[in-house]
């Protein structure tokens, strides 16, 4: 798995830059406490970690959509950073219990070794490869990704990760395609979404991405949730924001969708696209 040479002392931030290399910044510290019961009852979440000698440091979420394939974003992905910062190692996925949110565990902690990655930059999302797949159950479950248009009065949420000991569980809004269009030109084209600023944004503690968003199919009076995209990048006007000096608040989010690129994953998971997919319409 190769990356590009990024800086290392700027944060996710970009602005107006197209399929750009992402830039990284410092792992957030975050004081031991329970995971939050909402986030430690998924079984579709499991957590990308960087092992090495001294342990498994995560990294991000990634999202398990076959016994053998996850997803992330793609600036989670790239294994510049973790090099650096934790010296030479490998991918590894956790995907069970609270283990799978915390920020360093030792060595002996049970994790599957990551085969491949396949990183698509412009869409900012990465297809993970297992080595040996996981074995599905009550604690590990696949979810199903939506090929469905998404309406902008599409119900959507995603689960912060990146804290998971509070109420990791935030409400989307897609943004005005006319003012995502200003921020980041041509963001469709490229299959993204985007959204608005989120209550209690932080963007410096969640610059990464890599979280699932949720959407809602419908099957009846019962609605099912189906993944539509992977959390990305943040776009700021604020030139301190671009450098990481300062946090934006009002940052808007372009994410990848991953409903046109289900027959790709699904060839790399070596099954049927029908096996993955929820065609039924968003509510």
């Not at 002996?108 to 990551?114: A, D, L, P």
């Not at 009550?138 to 998404?150: D, F, T, Y």
């Not at 890599?210 to 990048?233: E, K, M, R, W």
């Amino acid at each position: 798995m190769t990356s590009r040479q990024l800086p290392l002392k700027s944060l996710l931030v970009a602005v107006l830059l197209a399929c750009a290399p992402s830039a990284m910044a410092q792992d957030v510290t975050t004081q031991q406490q329970t995971v939050s019961p909402n986030l430690a009852a998924t079984k579709f979440i499991a957590g990308l970690f960087w092992s090495t000698t001294s342990g498994l440091h995560r990294r991000c979420a990634a999202t398990i959509v076959a016994n053998n394939v996850l997803l992330t974003s793609a600036t989670c992905a790239l294994d510049k950073y973790p090099n650096v910062a934790h010296g030479p190692g490998q991918w590894v996925i956790v995907a069970t219990g609270d283990s799978r949110f915390s920020q360093k565990l030792t060595p002996q902690v049970q994790s599957m070794t990551v085969k491949s990655v396949d990183i698509d930059q412009c869409a900012n999302l990465a297809t993970i490869t297992l080595t040996t797949p996981l074995t599905l159950g009550e604690s590990i479950k696949p979810i199903l990704m939506s090929n469905a248009q998404v309406p902008l009065t599409a119900m959507l949420n995603t689960y912060n990760t990146s804290n998971p000991y509070g109420s990791p569980f935030l409400a989307l809004t897609q943004g005005n395609q006319q003012q995502c269009e200003t921020i980041r030109p041509q963001y469709s084209q490229d299959k993204l979404i985007c959204t608005q600023p989120v209550q209690g944004q932080f963007i410096t503690s969640d610059y990464l991405g890599g979280d699932p968003i949720i959407g809602f199919s419908v099957q009846g009076n019962t609605p099912v949730a189906v993944l539509v995209g992977i959390t990305g990048q943040f776009y700021s006007t604020l030139v301190n924001a671009q450098n990481g000096g300062i946090n934006d608040p009002a940052a808007y989010r372009y994410s990848a969708l991953v409903g046109s690129r289900i027959a790709q994953i699904a060839s790399i998971a070596g099954v049927e696209a029908v096996t993955l997919t929820s065609s039924n319409p968003l509510g």
